[in-house]
């Protein structure tokens, strides 16, 4: 590859307009095919600024694949009836309902031949940034591979794929060569991925005469046979693949610009430091890397403890996100406020300025419209600033987030973009605040869920509360087996006491001796019952 060029000005001669090759129709920006592939590898550098460790989890290749993924991607928008359609012309294309991601697997040969061990995860990243493989294999004869199409079936896929290809005009093929050619390895550069190994691209005279309906048709064969034979672990690296492209691509199309950045720890800990800090919150400062289990009382720091502990995490291993799940709305909200006020000095938190912390629940955007409505601004400004930070918070763009745990359980069901979510939680920090406030179904779930965070993707959690139930303790400590305690002191606990329980063994109606003797000695006394047959007993 020559690679001498940052811009492919011969796709976008303004002495051509109608030749110009488009990403996006006129409603939606109208950006060219160039300005939206290098959006999408921007936001796949962020990406790679923030995770320097994810080559740990996903292989060494992974940001090398990532980036030859994100770059063919959306090469099959070059297509003649792709371009009339973004350009509101009527064309076939529509009425066949083609997809432009497995055109773009035609491109795969020039730099990835069978054979190569980049090939397949890079179809992978190509193939499926939009639908599920699933979907493609019955529209395309990936399913071919595994013996499940008639020949009937098959010959009617093969059609499909000539009429596909014929899309590609000669001189179409010649400019995204060049722009292989001339600009992939200067992109690379100037965006920070270092490469290795680098491909060899197909010299020209081979590339126009690459027979495309084949190499699609062989491109969707081999990733069929490759997906039969990954393991649990394979599966797991490969959703991170799918979560990567797609974070990128949505947030490019979104036009978003520069993820920033996690706080510092010293940023956590500057109004920490003023502080006399408790043992518990000193045991969370010094902890090992890994989970912890922190048990101390209500009003005893424990916020102020979990925050050292984050803190403390990145030290040990970078995070690019640190996730605070409560129960309720209410105390998201507080917590949202608590921390964006006093831990990250942000004065105005509901503002298109905050770009460090945000909230996620059913009713965040509502919680977003008052916060502008009381900042002065019209309903129609409140309505726009409101839907704005909502989908700021949908594109993964904030490093610190308050939820509940039940945002997470979305990627356990598979939820669309749930692997955009994975990245998300790779190598991510956990507060979990008041963990057995759940029944005991969800809790199952979310025990579990985290659990396998932890072993495939190296979250790692805080779980914090004034009382855990020792079931509970003991379903925790079987996910996370080498989790780390931390208590407070003994004096803490008995200088916080504000109830005095005696256990009495029976049921409500054995204790009716007990409280008429304390109501008829003038003592206050409060009687629950939960079942409606036995109160009215």
Known sequence: MNSSTLWPTWMEDPANPEHILLAKSADFGGDTLAKHTWDVLSRLSDQLRLRPNLHELAGERVWARMFWGCFLHDFGKAAVGFQNILRKREDIWAERRHRHEILSLAFVDWLFPKGHPDREWVIAVI??????????????????????MQPNDLESVQMMLNELAAHIAPDTRVQLWRWIDECALAWADTLGFQLEDIPQLLPLEEAQTTQFPKTIFRALRDFAEWSKQLNEAQKAVAMLY??????????????????????????????????????????????????????????????EAAILWAARQMEHRPAARLFYTLPYQASMNAMYQRLGHDFLGIENLSTEDNIQITIQHSRALLKFYQDMMNDERTPREATEAAKYLRNRARLHFYPVQIFSPYQMLKAAYGLKGY?????????????????????????????????????????????????????????????????HEIEATPELFADSQRHRVEVHQGNLIDQLDLILADYHANKAVLVCCNQIAVAQE
Request: charged share 15%; net charge neutral; proline share 6%.
């Open 419 to 483: 692997e955009a979510l994975l990245v998300d939680y790779t190598d991510g920090l956990f507060i979990f605040d008041e963990i057995h406030a759940y029944e005991p179904k969800r809790m199952a779930l979310i025990i579990s869920m985290i659990g396998w965070l932890a072993s495939n993707y190296r979250a790692r959690f805080l779980i914090m509360t004034a009382t855990l139930p020792p079931m509970v303790k003991n379903a925790l400590q079987a996910v996370l087996p080498d989790c």
């Open 242 to 303: 799918r979560g990567l492209i797609l974070t990128s691509d949505h947030a490019a199309s979104a036009g978003v610009t520069d993820f920033p950045h996690m706080p510092a720890p010293g940023q956590w800990r500057q109004r920490l430091n003023q502080l006399i800090w408790r043992a518990h919150q000193e045991a969370a400062n010094t902890a090992p890397l890994g989970s912890a289990i922190m048990i101390a009382p209500t009003g005893s720091g424990k916020t």
């Open 127 to 148: 193939a499926f940034h939009h639908k599920d493989a699933n979907e493609i294999f019955d529209k395309y004869g990936g399913k071919a591979a595994t013996h499940q």
